[in-house]
């Protein structure tokens, strides 16, 4: 009975995990060509949303060399692969997105300096999908067997009209029950996002029929139209409680020509608060705004829903958010708490608690300059083996 | 040509067949053999840390395949050195490799001064400019080495991976090899027209050949060395390994015409000291190229001399080193 209990090294508490992680440090970064080298190679291969299948078969066979367990792919493109724990009795999910923004057209190409590494896609996410490559590698590295199984997703089609297809098709076909997510972003080191607020992403079209009466006088086009949704929109009350945004993302319209009088215009937007009723109520009224503008101006305006996110998630409160908290804290890490619109709503609507969290500092994101530092990587790893440690220690379990 | 044929057949290998990297070291470990990486390199910042890290990971810390992995710089002005020490080289100027043979410059220099700085019994040489490295550019050259003892010399040549069709499509190397290489080798030495690429940069030596032949310093140390290890050794000696694509910087057409013309000196100063062309007259090492700047033409002049380093086995340095009588 005593050899037993002696044998389960990781019954730890905080302390002693904290106690370990500069030591941490230093083991892993003996070992940070194998992170490096992964980021590399699956960084370089083009993975735009619903295009990803080269990438995941790389990763795939990268667990099937960690002689991972179950390594399979499924219908939606997800690559995930089980990690199996000593005891085996309970299952954290750690997952990170495939995609990226880039078109395979893109120079995928990645420069690696000696504390840069530079690319299109290079934190957001080819360095998550390298942690979750890399990570058996790391854990055993660091002479670590976690008591849980840890099952390493790589989600396809999450992003954009992806819309989290990946991960919530994982959630909704396994039977496997999961104790805590944790999602990886490669950027910024001190994210922690613990919950979601409530969101709709949509697209209005609006087009000018092909039988329209040029000679008509005033002001014509798409663009007049578009317009007019946008300055209604505008009238819509906004509450300050629940906090409520509605954001213009993006609007598109015109040739670039002055002879031209354009005939389609496209306006992104995006609805969040903390209230699900509000998003909704907002949306409704859009919804109104844009039938009515249909019938008066003549042209084809429609509304499309690219993507939905309920609120929820944990409390700050909650174990798994201070344990990750107090890691931060004795890495000097600062967190940076915001509320997350990926992967987290697709465990929230699964009711099982999890957190976001990011791996190194990042410049230049969203533009194929984009860099990460390689050292803060070092840290950033630390903070998720301690707290895979935590978890698996049972100390981020809510026992309200 | 059968013998070309027969050739073609058995001597070139594909990538995908050396994949399984265990097997290979389990081979490497039964012959106790040593293998090292050198990559020689001239203001390549951009891509040697991608090299370094890719191999390192790959075929040291997972699979302990290689046993160094070196650069050998010819003086960068720009980070090479930095960058490739800091993730984990043994970096070397090849000018402080065998200080008393003095420095010449080129990278036929650096390939030749590797036999007597890195310690492995089998060296493979892979240039710093490829953008899409990948560890199959290492281990596809040493695969036939560790199984088939005729085979000393492994070439790499490049096609594109797997296109749909399925037809007979051409195949063949760059501007040089088509226009310059592969007609003189037809002309002289036709059995060594199948290589496809015989100008790449990436290939495996086993030390006991890599001694016994001469490097030319600069453009002309790939086509000498085959001209060599051929007639010392014929056909049987020599392999190669298909890596599928390799992007690597492209090269101007001006660029490839020095290049050419140090070829040539080469094939030609070989061909006389084979006593296949007699009396060849003194060379002349200028190279002319021109340019216009509104109607007035310049002359643009290179002087491309293709100096030659001896047999490395002739060294006394290396001898002794080497513990040779
Ligand atoms: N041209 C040149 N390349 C050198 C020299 N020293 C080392 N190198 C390296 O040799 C490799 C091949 O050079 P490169 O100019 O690309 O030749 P190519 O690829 O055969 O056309 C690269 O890794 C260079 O960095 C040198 O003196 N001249
Ligand atoms: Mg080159």
């Not at chain 1, 995990?17 to 980021?39: D, F």
């Not at chain 1, 009224?285 to 084809?300: K, L, P, Q, V």
């Amino acid at each position: 009975m005593q050899a037993d209990d002696s044998m389960k090294k990781n019954i730890w508490n905080l302390d002693e995990i904290v106690e370990k992680l500069p030591e941490y440090i230093e083991t892993l970064k003996e070992v940070s060509e194998v992170l490096l080298s992964n980021l590399i190679m699956a960084g370089e291969i083009p993975a735009p949303t619903f295009k990803e299948s080269k990438r995941v078969e790389f990763i795939l066979d990268r667990f099937t060399e960690a002689e991972l367990q179950n390594s399979s792919t499924d219908e939606v493109g997800n690559a995930v692969a089980i990690l199996p724990g000593a005891e085996g009795k309970e299952n954290i999910l750690i997952v990170a997105h495939t995609d990226t923004l880039y078109s395979e057209k893109v120079d995928h190409t990645l420069t690696i300096q000696p504390n840069f590494v530079i690319g299109p896609g290079v934190g957001d996410n080819s360095l998550g999908l390298a942690v979750i490559m890399t990570l058996p590698f790391i854990l055993e590295h660091l002479g670590i067997t976690l008591d849980s199984n840890l099952i390493l997703l790589a989600a396809s089609r999450s992003l954009g009209r992806g819309d989290l297809e990946g991960l919530r098709f994982f959630l909704s076909n396994t039977d496997i029950p999961i104790i805590a997510g944790v999602s990886i972003e490669g950027v910024q080191l001190g994210r922690l996002s613990y919950s979601s607020i409530g969101m709709i992403r949509g697209e209005i079209s609006c087009t000018v029929p092909e039988e329209y009466d040029w000679s008509r006088f005033g002001s014509v086009g798409s663009i007049v139209t578009i317009n007019e949704v946008i300055n209604q929109i505008l009238e819509i009350p906004i509450p300050k409680r629940p906090k409520t945004t509605i954001v213009f993302n993006s609007i598109e319209s015109g040739t670039g020509k002055f002879s031209k009088i354009p005939k389609s215009a496209f306006l992104r937007f995006e609805i969040r608060s903390e209230s699900d009723d509000m998003v909704h109520e907002i949306y409704q009224r859009i919804e109104d705004i844009t039938a009515d503008i249909s019938y008066r101006s003549g042209d084809e305006v429609s509304l499309t829903i690219y993507s939905k996110r309920r609120p929820g998630g944990i409390e700050f409160s909650h174990p798994l958010t201070r344990n990750v908290r107090s890691i931060m804290r004795s890495l000097r890490i600062k967190p940076r708490i915001s509320p997350s619109t990926s992967e987290l709503s697709a465990f929230i609507d699964q009711k099982i608690p999890a957190i976001t969290l990011g791996i190194t500092k990042g410049d230049r994101l969203d533009d194929d300059r984009e860099s990460i530092e390689i050292e803060p990587i070092f840290t950033g790893l630390a903070q998720l083996v301690a707290l895979l440690l935590a978890i698996d220690g049972g100390q981020c379990v809510d026992n309200k | 040509m059968s013998t070309i044929n027969k050739w073609l057949k058995e001597n070139t290998f594909h990538h995908s067949r050396f994949q399984n990297i265990n097997d290979l070291i389990k081979e490497k470990e039964k012959q106790e053999l040593s293998i090292s990486l050198c990559i020689p390199t001239l203001n390549e910042e951009k891509t040697i840390g991608k090299e370094i890290v890719i191999f390192k990971s790959e075929l040291i810390t997972k699979y302990p395949l290689l046993d160094e992995i070196a650069v050998i710089d010819s003086g960068s002005t720009d980070n090479t050195r930095d960058v490739a020490g800091s993730f984990g080289a043994d970096v070397y100027l090849a000018k402080e490799i065998l200080p008393e043979v003095g420095a010449k410059k080129g990278k036929g220099e650096n390939l030749w001064k590797a036999i007597y700085q890195l310690k492995g019994d089998i060296i493979v040489y892979i240039d710093a400019d490829i953008k899409n490295i990948h560890p199959r550019f290492v281990y596809g050259l040493i695969g036939p080495l560790l199984y088939r003892k005729t085979i000393q010399y492994v070439k790499a040549f490049y096609e594109r991976p797997l296109t749909t069709s399925h037809g007979v499509r051409p195949s063949g190397g760059g501007r040089v090899t088509e226009i310059l290489v592969r007609p003189l080798f037809s002309l002289f030495f036709p059995e060594l027209s199948a290589l496809i690429q015989p100008l790449s940069g990436e290939y495996a030596v086993r030390r006991s050949l890599l001694e016994k032949i001469p490097f030319p310093i600069g453009y002309g140390v790939e086509t000498s060395h085959l001209i060599d290890v051929y007639n010392m050794l014929g056909m049987e000696a020599i392999a190669q390994t298909d890596l599928d694509q390799r992007v690597h910087r492209n090269q101007q057409t001006r660029d490839l015409g020095r290049m050419a013309f140090g070829i040539l000196q080469t094939v030609l100063s070989r061909m006389n000291s084979l006593g296949i062309i007699s009396e060849l007259p003194a060379l002349n090492h200028t190279l002319r190229q021109f340019q216009t700047d509104d109607n007035i033409f310049e002359t643009v002049e290179h002087n491309i001399l293709e100096e030659e380093r001896p047999p490395m086995i002739e060294i006394p340095a290396y001898r002794e080193k080497m513990g040779y009588k």
